[in-house]
């Protein structure tokens, strides 16, 4: 089905026949936008921005490109196409046909599911909310708002889902949804790392980065779901988290890329020098890569977890790429390998594989970022400069699971205390490391001009040229 743009809740889930629920969801409509006022990208309601909006739902065609002023942004609803005679691929189910309602025993934790994956999605759009006035172009700033109109519609989807099989508690979660906020004493969002600031451009690719490619891990176990819209409504989501996860990666690759160009150009590496010819040194970089990757892993849980288990074996939530694995998809009997501590050694202790998801999510994404930091490495490579990035150990610097509590270095040896605060500044940003960021942060909005600490694009969105007037300011 196409995207009906005529009507006041764009949608392909034939809304218009659906008298109740479209009511209640264009009664949600005033409230979302009233958050997306308060909220959303700050001084930003005039600005024209070149946008893509879906338009269909195929993967060849689905993006229309085009100025819009983002309160008048025209966020819908969105589900991929059902499959046909679609069956449950893991879990106790597997085989059954899929649901096309919540059965009533897994209805809270499937609630629940949703909410946590919806309460992301507005928090990023809060915690991003002052970036624009500090953007480093106007490419960049366009790149900023796509993502934010985005996870603004990634709400919609799952505020939809609640609407729609729900019920009343799923009308009030959709409410609550847009009273928590990001940071906030009283009422913050659900999940740690959605409540952390992002202050400056630096934060914001790494969050892309890291963050957003969490989403997709996330997102991508529950298109696996027995519950068949949320698996079509989380299809659609990922094909837009892809530019996300390029505007995180190509951003840190192009500030990378102008690092490496100024220590070519002054043939220095010394860090005071760099910052002095206002580049952002390589060791600081990787102090954001170690705090945001360290963040982003607690967002995963526990390493063993008897709800990740039941989230399996009820059929609610799979396993990345769950179709292109060969095992039973029930893991009876079946072990997967998880970090312990014991004293000051870290050992590998092999458990059922159906308590180890988390970790195992958590290394699915862990690879796909290392294959990216793989890419980053080329860049310092081609300079002539003997900086490589790497990622830290799995237990550097977190807070759930195994090693919270602890001190663990980079390198993965156990601390103590002393030896954590004597060279944690090491590791980790600094309060000079960032301010230091932060004093870089100007608002650069002449066409074609970028900040001095970031190189250009290779090209434009849309095939547009570079210096194309990607945001308008009139
Ligand atoms: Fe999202
Ligand atoms: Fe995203």
């Given amino acids: 089905m196409s995207i009906n743009y005529d009507e006041r809740i764009p949608n392909n889930v034939d809304l218009a026949s659906q008298r109740t629920l479209q009511r209640a969801l264009e009664h949600w409509q005033p409230n979302y936008l009233?958050?997306?006022?308060?909220?959303?990208?700050?001084?930003?309601?005039?600005?024209?921005?070149?946008?893509?909006?879906?338009?269909?739902?195929?993967?060849?065609?689905?993006?229309?490109?085009?100025?819009?002023?983002?309160?008048?942004?025209?966020?819908?609803?969105?589900?991929?196409?059902?499959?046909?005679?679609?069956?449950?691929?893991?879990?106790?189910?597997?085989?059954e046909a899929v649901?096309?309602?919540?059965?009533?025993?897994y209805r809270s934790t499937l609630r629940r599911l949703i909410v946590t994956q919806g309460d992301t999605?507005?928090?990023?759009?809060?915690?991003?909310?002052?970036?624009?006035?500090?953007?480093?172009?106007?490419?960049?700033?366009?790149?900023?708002?796509?993502?934010?109109?985005e996870e603004g519609r990634h709400l919609w989807a799952m505020v939809y889902l609640l609407h729609a099989y729900f019920g009343r508690d799923g009308r009030e979660e959709a409410e609550a949804l847009l009273e928590r906020?990001?940071?906030?004493?009283?009422?913050?969002?659900?999940?740690?790392?959605?409540?952390?600031?992002?202050?400056?451009?630096?934060?914001?690719?790494?969050?892309?980065?890291?963050?957003?490619?969490?989403?997709?891990?996330?997102?991508?176990?529950?298109?696996?779901?027995?519950?068949?819209?949320?698996?079509?409504?989380?299809?659609f989501m990922l094909t837009e988290e892809a530019h996300h996860l390029f505007v995180g990666e190509s951003g840190v690759a192009r500030i990378i890329e102008r690092t490496c160009q100024?220590?070519?150009?002054?043939?220095?590496?010394?860090?005071?020098?760099?910052?002095?010819?206002?580049?952002?040194?390589?060791?600081?970089?990787?102090?954001?890569?170690?705090?945001?990757?360290?963040?982003?892993?607690?967002?995963?849980?526990?390493?063993?977890?008897?709800?990740?288990a039941s989230f399996y074996t009820s059929g609610l939530k799979g396993r990345f790429e769950e179709g292109k694995i060969a095992d039973d998809h029930r893991l009876e009997g079946l072990e997967y390998p998880v970090p312990e501590v014991v004293g000051d050694r870290i050992v590998t202790r092999h458990v059922p594989a159906l308590t180890a998801l988390n970790e195992r999510l958590r290394d699915d994404w862990a690879r796909e970022?290392?294959?990216?930091?793989?890419?980053?490495?080329r860049i310092p490579e081609k300079h002539g400069v003997a900086f490589?990035?790497?990622?830290?150990?799995?237990?550097?610097?977190?807070?759930?699971?195994?090693?919270?509590?602890?001190?663990?270095?980079?390198?993965?040896?156990?601390?103590?205390?002393?030896?954590?605060?004597?060279?944690?500044?090491?590791?980790?940003?600094?309060?000079s490391d960032r301010a230091y960021v932060h004093s870089l942060m100007g608002r650069v909005t002449q066409p074609g001009k970028f900040a001095n600490w970031i190189a250009p694009p290779h090209q434009g969105i849309n095939r547009m040229p570079i210096d194309f007037e990607y945001v308008r300011f009139n």
């Avoid at 790494?206 to 991508?220: E, I, S, V």
């Avoid at 990216?372 to 490495?377: D, L, P, S, V, Y």
Wanted: hydrophobic share 35%; charged share 25%.
């Fill in 181 to 235: 906020r990001s940071g906030d004493a009283d009422n913050p969002r659900i999940l740690t790392a959605f409540n952390e600031k992002t202050p400056d451009w630096l934060s914001f690719f790494m969050f892309t980065f890291l963050t957003d490619r969490d989403g997709k891990f996330q997102l991508a176990a529950l298109a696996e779901s027995a519950f068949d819209p949320l698996s079509r409504t989380c299809r």
């Fill in 388 to 431: 490589r990035f790497r990622l830290p150990h799995k237990g550097f610097h977190r807070k759930i699971g195994v090693f919270a509590g602890l001190h663990v270095s980079p390198d993965g040896e156990v601390l103590s205390e002393a030896q954590w605060t004597h060279r944690h500044g090491e590791w980790l940003p600094t309060e």
């Fill in 99 to 105: 649901w096309q309602e919540v059965p009533g025993e």
């Fill in 34 to 95: 009233r958050w997306w006022a308060e909220m959303g990208p700050e001084k930003s309601s005039t600005l024209e921005v070149y946008l893509r909006t879906a338009v269909s739902v195929d993967p060849k065609g689905w993006a229309h490109y085009g100025y819009v002023r983002m309160p008048e942004y025209r966020w819908g609803i969105f589900l991929a196409p059902a499959e046909k005679d679609r069956r449950i691929g893991f879990g106790a189910h597997k085989g």
């Fill in 369 to 377: 970022v290392e294959a990216a930091i793989g890419r980053w490495n």
């Fill in 262 to 308: 100024v220590m070519a150009e002054h043939r220095t590496d010394d860090p005071v020098r760099l910052r002095g010819l206002g580049v952002i040194d390589l060791p600081t970089l990787q102090k954001y890569l170690n705090f945001h990757y360290s963040v982003t892993s607690d967002l995963y849980g526990g390493e063993v977890s008897s709800n990740a």
């Fill in 121 to 149: 999605e507005p928090a990023s759009v809060e915690q991003q909310r002052h970036l624009g006035l500090t953007c480093p172009s106007l490419y960049d700033l366009r790149n900023l708002f796509q993502v934010n109109v």
